[in-house]
């Protein structure tokens, strides 16, 4: 079994930047495929970015140029750095880690980009 724990979310201002963080515990290995997604009210969740098996980081076409994925892999903690924040980024962030016949995913942290 795999926890996924999310933090760093919070109220921040049209232009400004958080930084979320994703540690998933309970893994006896490091964990490679690891993403971050975002579901708004009224609409399906969507993936932000992402680690998949090969190590690569994939991008969702919003988050190019504005967000980055960084990790530390001896602690299986994954990192999202937000920058230049808009309101339409208001969303629960979720984290999805993917292991062998199984996914987990955290509880969710909010991020409101509102003046």
């Known amino acids: 079994q795999v926890q996924v724990v999310e933090s760093g979310g919070g109220l921040v201002q049209p232009g400004g930047s958080l930084r979320l963080s994703c540690a998933a515990s309970?893994?006896?290995?490091?964990?490679?495929?690891i993403a971050w997604y975002r579901q708004a009210p009224g609409t399906q969740r969507e993936l932000v970015a992402g680690?998949?098996?090969?190590?690569?980081?994939n991008y969702a076409d919003f988050a190019k140029g504005r967000f980055t994925i960084s990790r530390h892999n001896a602690q299986n903690t994954v990192y999202l750095q937000m920058n230049s924040l808009k309101p339409e980024d208001t969303a629960v962030y979720y984290c999805?880690?993917?292991?062998?016949?199984?996914?987990?995913w955290g509880q969710g942290t909010q991020v409101t980009v509102s003046s």
């Open positions: 999805k880690v993917v292991v062998p016949l199984a996914e987990f």
């Open positions: 309970g893994a006896r290995f490091t964990i490679n495929n």
């Open positions: 680690f998949n098996s090969g190590g690569s980081t």
